[in-house]
Structure formats: structure tokens, C-alpha cells
């Protein structure tokens, strides 16, 4: 069985654990059952949560249980760690919903094969949803001195603020009879997360030890940063999803494949399953041959395999390249082609005729039509990979590619689009 602490640890994934040398006995003695909760506070998760969801796979490769949480319960409550405000709460149908979407993203990356650590998918609204108020404060809330939860960050943060509701308040004892829950039922001794859910997951711990007598485990991974300070998982337009319809496989993939040189080794450690060999390798590529983006290429490629599939990956490495002329425009999809040209400056027009300059200029692609004229003079301009030599040349329902779309170069690497109607 691999060792599962070593291999999270050169990946340098681990953050915290409540015993590392407890874990790693445990570990020794066989498999053992290890969960990770996801709540439904959108209708997707994003590439932050992927960081936790790999470390539950991981676990599963090198031969333990993996259970995935998603909160039906936790969801309809919210968790106040990291927030300043209070959270608008979402309605139960919409909570139902979003739970049904995330269940089928956290099946993609575990195996539920049978077998003696095959995954198990859970929502906590199961066990919740059944005990009543005067159950839930006698049983699991006597468990909880008030003064430890004021002191929790999460906590004394808002206290100094506007303060938290009650609601809010509760998040942490509810998330902590999950691991209760979780370990009755299935025996689970390992709960994972990212570090701004160290004080709800060793609450957690405290709990179990509390009613049950028993010590199991915590342990929680590096929440991502980027070396240029912006923040991790972010685009100009908002969060990186792993759902197609809120970000689509080619932002996905342009997103890894734009990684700064000084992330890019790191990002290949914690979201894919390339070796330590492979990765130096990818490493030195990165210190010797840093245009050639190999190591980019690699990420954006195996992370874009991994959440949206092989047939996606291909559509838009295919698109990648026909955007800089190595490729046919006519054979793109035309969802493809959309998605792509939602990543670069782009102008929506009710009808054609204007002209090639006019498009250039209102594009955003040159910054002003005498600009977009010197670039057709100078031979730099494109429309569908074509060159544009004459400044008076208008578009016409010929140059449409899907009855509605034009795509703009200028030179080798700067892109625009037209979307007419």
C-alpha cells in the first residue's frame, strides 16, 4: 500500500494534521475510511475545492475508503469561515439542486466500483433532517463549551464586527456530528479539507473523543496562493468552475495553461497525478526552455482531461491552435468557438457592414481605427486566419463562421472577435 503521508507530503500538500505520528500507525495498520464535506453554496464546485477533492482520491489510490460529503444539511446554513457578513441563505429547492449537481461532480473523481475501498457519496441532510431540536442541543450541543467556540477565528472575527447569528453560530456543531455521524456509521477516522476548516474539523475530532472515547484523526491541505498575489482560482470574469456551463473547457484550460512560471511546478503537484521523475523533468524544462510553456501545457492538458474529458481536451487544443492559424475555423464547434471568443476582446454588432478597420477598432483589439488601418497596411491584420490587406474591405455573410461569428488577428499572438446579432 503506498504511503499515502509521503506522497502528500513531497506534493507538498499537507498543512495541518492533530497527530501526524498517530496517523501515520493508523495508516500502517491497514485502510482505514477518510471523508471530505463539500457544501452546495453555489451550483458548482470550483478548482479551490478540487485541491480537497484530490487529496479524498488519493487516499483511494493508495487503497482507503473514501466517503464524499455533500451538505443537504450544512448547506442550508452556511458556514461562517472567511466571511465578514452574514450569508444570504439560500432556498431548500435551490440547496436540493445544487446538491444533485455537486454529487455528480465529486462521482467523477472517485471510484465506486465494489470492493473493499470502494467510495461512498453522503449528504449529512440524511441524518440531520431527522433529530429533533431538543435531540440535537441535548445530545451533540452539552458537548461544546461556548467559550472554545467564541475563540475560534472564524467566530471572534464577526464578534468584532457586525457579529454572526445563532445560525451561523451552529455551523460548527453541526459539521462536527457529521464526523460523528460518519464514524458510527461507517467508521471513518480521517476527515480532510483546506485550512480554513481546521477549527470545524477538530471540533469534530473533540467530539467523537468526547462521546465515544475514541481519538481519530484531522488533517487539512495548503489553500492555494498564486505568486503574483492574485488570488488562486480567480479570471478577470470570476471564479474558475468546474462546471462547462459557468466556465467552459476552454477558459478552463486556458486558465492552466497561462500559469505564472513560479506556480506551475506546484499546481502540478497538488492537481494532477504526474510522478516526482516526471515533474523534475517538467521543472528543469521550466528553467531551461521557460517559452516553451511544457510544463503549462502538461497541467493545462491533464487538468482539462481530468474534470471535462478527452473529446473536450482535444475540442479545445484544436480551437487553441486554429485561433493562431494552424488549424481550420470552419471545423470548430460552434460552442467551442463561442467559449473562445468570450476569453478575448471582442464586438457584438446588429448587422454587418462596417468594415474590417471599423471591427478591428471596435473590437478593443488596436486602440483606435488608425491603428487598426496601420495594421492592415503593415500586412499584421486577419480576419479567419486570412490576411487583410485593403483598409476598405467589409465583411460580408461569406465570412461568418456558424451564420454569426468572425474572428480577428493581429500579428502572431493578439486576438479578437465579432459576434454579429
Known sequence: MTDILDELEWRDVTAQTTDIDALREALSKGPITVYAGFDPTAPSLHVGNLATLLILTRFQR??????????????????????????????????????????????????????????????????????????????????????????????????????????????????????????????????????????????????IRRVEGVHVHALTGHLITKADGTKFGKTAGGAVWLDPALTSPYAFYQYWLNADD??????????????????????????????????????AEDLTTMVHGSDELAAVVAASKALFGQGSLDELPASTLAAALAEVPKATVPALGA??????????????????????????????????????????????????????????KSIGGVEVG
Open 262 to 299: 513560479r506556480d506551475v511546478i506546484r499546481f502540478l503537484k497538488v492537481f494532477t497525478f504526474r510522478g516526482r521523475e516526471e515533474i523534475e523533468a517538467l521543472e528543469k524544462a521550466v528553467a531551461d526552455r521557460p517559452f516553451a510553456r511544457e510544463a503549462q501545457r502538461t497541467l
Open 62 to 207: 493508495a487503497g482507503h475508503r473514501p466517503i464524499g460529503l455533500v451538505g443537504g444539511a450544512t448547506g442550508l446554513i452556511g458556514d461562517p469561515s472567511g466571511r465578514s457578513t452574514e450569508r444570504v441563505l439560500n432556498t431548500s429547492e435551490v440547496v436540493a439542486e445544487w446538491v444533485s449537481r455537486i454529487r455528480v461532480q465529486v462521482e467523477r473523481f472517485l471510484s465506486f466500483e465494489g470492493g473493499p475501498n470502494a467510495a461512498e457519496l453522503v449528504s449529512n441532510l440524511d441524518w440531520t433532517a431527522e433529530m429533533s431540536a431538543i435531540d440535537f442541543l441535548r445530545d451533540i450541543g452539552k458537548h461544546f463549551p461556548v467559550n472554545r467556540m467564541l475563540a475560534r477565528e472564524a467566530v471572534s472575527a464577526r464578534l468584532g464586527g457586525d457579529g454572526l447569528s445563532y445560525t451561523e453560530f451552529s455551523y460548527q456543531i453541526l459539521q462536527s456530528n457529521d464526523y460523528l455521524e460518519l464514524y458510527r456509521r461507517h467508521g471513518c477516522t480521517l476527515q480532510v479539507g483546506g485550512t480554513d476548516q481546521w477549527g470545524n474539523i477538530t471540533a469534530g475530532v473533540d467530539l
Open 355 to 412: 468594415t474590417f478597420v471599423d471591427l478591428l477598432a471596435d473590437s478593443g483589439l488596436v486602440e483606435s481605427k488608425s491603428a487598426a488601418r496601420r495594421a492592415v497596411k503593415e500586412g499584421g491584420a486577419y480576419l479567419n486566419n486570412v490576411k487583410i490587406t485593403d483598409e476598405t474591405h467589409t465583411p460580408s455573410a461569406d465570412d461568418l463562421l456558424h451564420g454569426r461569428f468572425m474572428v480577428l488577428r493581429r500579428g502572431k
